[in-house]
């Protein structure tokens, strides 16, 4: 098969699918070459565009090592997850709804006994002086803080019960 060695603009643009503004731009950048004014040689023009179009598509694919650049990432993604798994085997970790129903049944525990505290100290603080009164409340708060600090979550793995009704508080024993 026998290619003439010498093209038009037009001739190249149209065998290379791009106009003959581009390929005045390719010679510019010395991707294809210029024999003349509008003279182009075909076989390394043509060989100099299909270069010029692998490495676009090599850089559009993550570079010329895309496969290599996967596969790390891969293997580290693996032992990030492998590490997740012994940490978690070990104790390390804990899990966040768990942690968080542990901390909602505190609060509840917490803002019942101080809700109790009107009712319960009104009783004893009726028609009394002020300061007495202030004795009385202080007494029952500090009751409350001291009933508080002996309860302990409930044990499991991950530090409180389940058991449909999320987490609880066990008692100390009195």
Request: with cysteine; aromatic share 6%; glycine share 6%.
């Amino acid at each position: 098969m026998s290619l003439p060695e010498i093209a038009s603009g037009a001739d190249l643009s149209a065998l290379l699918g791009v106009g003959k503004r581009q390929v005045d731009r390719l010679a510019e950048q010395g991707i294809v070459v210029r024999e003349g004014r509008d003279a182009f040689r075909l076989i390394p023009s043509a060989q100099g565009y299909t270069r010029y179009r692998e490495r676009q598509i090599e850089e559009r694919l993550g570079g010329e090592h895309s496969y290599q650049r996967a596969r790390t990432e891969r293997m580290r993604e693996a032992a990030a997850e492998a590490r997740l798994r012994r940490l978690e085997r070990e104790g390390n970790l804990v899990d966040v709804d768990e942690i968080a129903r542990c901390w909602d049944a505190i609060v509840d525990v917490v803002k019942k006994a101080f809700w109790s505290l009107p009712a319960r100290a009104a009783p004893r603080a009726a028609m009394k002086p002020t300061a007495e009164v202030e004795k009385i409340l202080r007494e029952f708060v500090r009751q409350i803080l001291d009933h508080l600090s002996r309860m302990r979550p409930a044990a499991t793995k991950f530090g409180a019960r389940r058991d449909g009704n999320g987490p609880h508080l066990e008692e100390a024993v009195e």
